[in-house]
């Protein structure tokens, strides 16, 4: 075996410079000051002393991140499978490229463009109580007797935020789906339908089956960004009512930038770091077991 040059061994890593430049300037660099930040009780407003594992034995007496933390927890087991369904629901009604379907797809992506807190607001008026569009058609069509007061109960500020999310992102998962089922071989679809198999059968046994890796990928991505969720839940409900809706994003919001206590913020942060980590190691190990079988 020939072995490599060593201009060419210098020509690659000229190649990948940018990229490392990149990741070492704006990703590690920045990681490695949140740790040493995270064991110093650093304000806002200046200052700060270091305090060794002081802010993480905070953080597991803080009634109010384990609270906010579960919430989000809560929010992404709800979430998540209903991207995935309706997303691979979608995936499989527009997956060919005829023009409505070309054009269905372009609709139902187009709210992904918008910016997240430009949906949220505009969600957040369409569920006002007063002027809101939604109470407006529910009340004509004698759903409800009178118009829903949607951010005092925890429950409905919860799923309103569900509704908006569902309705900003659920292209993107669509979209991830379409790729995986058009690049299944269409030949191994064409010896299904002459072996008789129905259209189900070929959904279950072979789409769902070869679309392994796009469900992990698209269950990753809508899991992480519930987990990080925060323009949503800033804008549509405040954290209310009575800190109900409060996201563990949200709450190492209120404690670096509100309460002024950075170095417990960045603590606070690198443990959601660690938690989500863990999630998707876990995940993609359950994943790749259940693919070696």
């Keep these: 075996m020939k072995r490599t040059r ?15 430049l990149f990741v070492g300037v704006f ?17 806002l407003l200046g200052g700060g002393r270091f305090i060794g594992l002081g802010n993480y034995i905070k953080i597991w007496n803080d009634a109010g991140f384990w609270r906010a933390l579960m919430f989000t927890i809560k929010y992404t ?10 997303g691979f629901a979608l995936a499989l ?21 918008i910016g997240l807190s430009s949906s949220s607001l505009l969600w957040f008026w369409l569920f006002d109580e007063q002027v809101g569009l939604l109470n407006k058609l529910m009340t004509d069509l004698h759903v409800i ?13 919860f799923w309103a935020v569900v509704i908006s999310i569902t309705w900003k992102v659920l292209g993107f998962g669509m979209v991830l789906f379409i790729a995986g ?3 299944i071989d269409r030949e191994i679809m ?16 072979i789409i769902l089956p070869l679309s392994r890796r796009i469900i992990l990928l698209t269950t990753l991505v809508s899991a992480i960004g519930s987990m990080l969720a925060f323009d949503q839940f800033y804008i549509m409900t405040s954290g209310g009512p009575r800190g109900q809706t409060f996201t563990a994003v949200y709450w190492i919001y209120q404690n670096s930038f509100v309460s002024f206590k950075l170095g417990y913020g960045a603590a606070l942060s ?23 079988r």
């Design 6 to 20: 060593p201009s060419n061994q210098w020509q690659g890593w000229l190649y990948v410079s940018p990229a490392l």
């Design 27 to 43: 990703v590690l660099i920045p990681l490695f000051q949140l740790v040493a930040m995270s064991t110093t009780d650093r304000s």
């Design 77 to 86: 087991i709800v979430l998540t499978p209903i991207l995935m369904v309706l």
């Design 93 to 113: 009604l527009t997956a060919d490229n005829t023009p409505l379907k070309r054009l269905t797809r372009t609709i139902v992506f187009l709210p992904v463009v």
């Design 145 to 157: 007797a009178q118009p829903m007061v949607w951010f005092v109960s925890a429950d409905l500020a």
């Design 181 to 183: 089922i058009q690049s």
């Design 190 to 205: 064409e010896a299904a339908v002459v072996d008789g198999a129905g259209y189900w059968t070929r959904v279950f046994r």
């Design 270 to 292: 690198i443990v959601l770091t660690v938690i989500i980590l863990v999630f998707s190691t876990l995940q993609i190990a359950l994943t790749a077991r259940s693919q070696a």
